[in-house]
């Protein structure tokens, strides 16, 4: 699931780097959210370096285990401030 020339590679982007401000922020690490979602650490790194495409099924995994709905987040990567 590397991204490749994707349409949506800027959203991706986003997405990585506001997952990687919500795990901060909830004082969780890139191991402990990996164990939350039961994928490897090297997945949340490349999730949060915009560097892998992910689920819907992670995705939902991910917001619940930082604390947020799902549409939240989603809906924050397509805004113009993503904070």
Same mark, same amino acid.
Not at 8 to 34: F, N
Not at 37 to 65: M, P, Y
């Given at each position: 699931?590397?991204?490749?020339?994707?349409?949506?590679?800027?959203?991706?982007?986003?997405?990585?780097?506001?997952?990687? !401000?919500?795990?901060?922020?909830?004082?969780?690490?890139? !191991?402990?959210?990996?164990?939350?979602?039961?994928?490897? /650490?090297?997945?949340?790194?490349?999730?949060?370096?915009?560097?892998?495409?992910?689920?819907?099924?992670?995705?939902?995994?991910? /917001?619940?285990?930082?604390?947020? !709905? *799902? *549409?939240?987040?989603?809906?924050?990567?397509?805004?113009?401030?993503?904070?």
């Amino acid at each position: 699931m590397i991204v490749e020339n994707n349409k949506y590679e800027s959203e991706i982007i986003k997405l990585g780097l506001l997952i990687k !401000e919500l795990r901060v922020k909830e004082k969780i690490t890139q !191991e402990q959210l990996s164990t939350l979602c039961n994928v490897d /650490a090297r997945t949340i790194q490349r999730i949060e370096k915009g560097q892998q495409n992910i689920t819907i099924s992670l995705l939902f995994s991910i /917001a619940d285990s930082l604390k947020i !709905e *799902s *549409s939240v987040l989603i809906s924050k990567i397509f805004s113009e401030n993503p904070k």
